[in-house]
């Protein structure tokens, strides 16, 4: 932590309480967050804080990332597709694209005048990106795109959709490029259904539709095809970084509800927390809280210096999910019955937590990675 971090974290902690915690209800009945907290957050600076400034974003690194994601977890806003839009898809078009996307379209994602989102997964094709059938064959000077895509994060408000499609079938996965698809451009693009799921209620999570939709050449980023599988590889460490830091912060903010509960309540007429067993299992949640805030801190400073690589990525995601799911259900357990009503954060929060082992690639996958390695 700096200086600078410390007032980013103000900042941000100040902005989720303004702006997020008293709409989580709402925005869990509606599937998605009101369109303007992307324009307040870009108002305020929130949005693509490791973008460079040149291209409108902080000019900060993959720590200011981190710090907002905490900051999320500790507001108990699973709503807000943020580290989607700031840490993932302004990251394709930073890394990949030419000089002239990145001046298009990244100062429109710092502002929330473009959300954006990533569409990889498809109705037949989840974790295993090499299957995808969504196809973009060239046409002169466009691309007719057609296929759908599902469990797409800010699908249903995003304005820039980086699309995973194959450009020649018959290469497989090297036949695959990312093409940009602005939807305010797009006749024969289709949202579907805003998922109901059962957790991350508030967060709009889509259906997509691509209907033979024209798209100019000029979207196909990096500007050659055939690049896209690489792409994807050689970013997917940072997504599934974003999603150990999401998982660690979780776990710490509910042992801290659980450890506030219990000394509040009472059972037999004492607090819950003068039991052996309250003490011995918030014991074991705050060791498992040090443990993985220490595995998960190391993997951020080597991705700062550039050195996280696939396998380390891959342990940190599967290790921090699985454990928040495993604390987060300790704490409901203590909690008791109000740990099952909804009105409860610790019950948002369990539910919430259950999907971290499926997507950014499933557990199991990450464990067959991390295996290839040894």
């Known amino acids: 932590m700096t200086d600078d971090l410390d007032q980013l974290r103000e900042l941000a902690r100040t902005f989720l309480r303004k702006e997020s915690v008293p709409h989580h209800e709402r925005w869990a009945a509606q599937r998605h967050v009101d369109r303007d907290l992307w324009t307040k957050a870009g108002e305020v600076g929130l949005l693509c804080l490791s973008v460079p400034e040149e291209y409108g974003g902080g000019g900060g690194t993959f720590a200011h990332e981190a710090v907002l994601l905490e900051e999320q977890a500790r507001a108990g806003d699973t709503a807000w597709g943020n580290s989607v839009h700031s840490g993932i898809v302004a990251h394709y078009v930073l890394a990949y694209g030419t000089e002239q996307q990145k001046r298009r379209w990244l100062p429109k994602l710092a502002s929330g005048e473009y959300v954006g989102a990533i569409a990889m997964s498809e109705p037949g094709a989840g974790s295993d990106l090499q299957n995808v059938t969504t196809r973009a064959l060239r046409d002169g000077d466009e691309y007719v795109l057609t296929g759908s895509k599902t469990f797409i994060t800010n699908g249903a408000q995003a304005d820039l959709v980086v699309v995973v499609a194959k450009t020649d079938p018959a290469q497989g996965a090297a036949g ?43 979207n196909l980023l990096g500007g050659a095809e055939g690049q896209g599988f690489a792409q994807l590889m050689r970013q997917l460490p940072q997504e599934r970084l974003i999603i150990a830091v999401a998982s660690v912060a979780g776990i710490e903010a509910a042992v801290d509800l659980t450890v506030d509960y219990v000394k509040q309540r009472t059972a037999f007429g004492r607090e819950l927390i003068k039991f052996q067993n309250t003490r011995f299992k918030l014991a074991e949640c705050a060791t498992e809280a040090r443990v993985t805030r220490a595995f998960v801190d190391e993997c951020v400073e080597a991705h700062l210096a550039g050195r996280l690589d696939v396998p380390t990525a891959a342990m940190a995601k599967w290790w921090a999910t699985d454990r928040l799911c495993a604390v987060v259900d300790e704490c409901v357990q203590l909690f008791g019955g109000y740990g099952y009503m909804t009105e409860y954060p610790i019950a948002r929060a369990w539910a919430d937590a259950r999907v971290q082992k499926i997507y950014g690639g499933t557990n199991e996958i990450m464990k067959e990675i991390i295996a290839r390695s040894l």
């Open 176 to 218: 695959m490029s990312l093409l940009v698809v602005e939807t305010g451009h797009a006749p024969g693009f289709r949202r579907g259904r805003v998922l109901d799921k059962v957790g991350l209620k508030g967060q709009d999570t889509a259906e997509l539709f691509f209907d033979d939709v024209r798209v100019p050449a000029d």
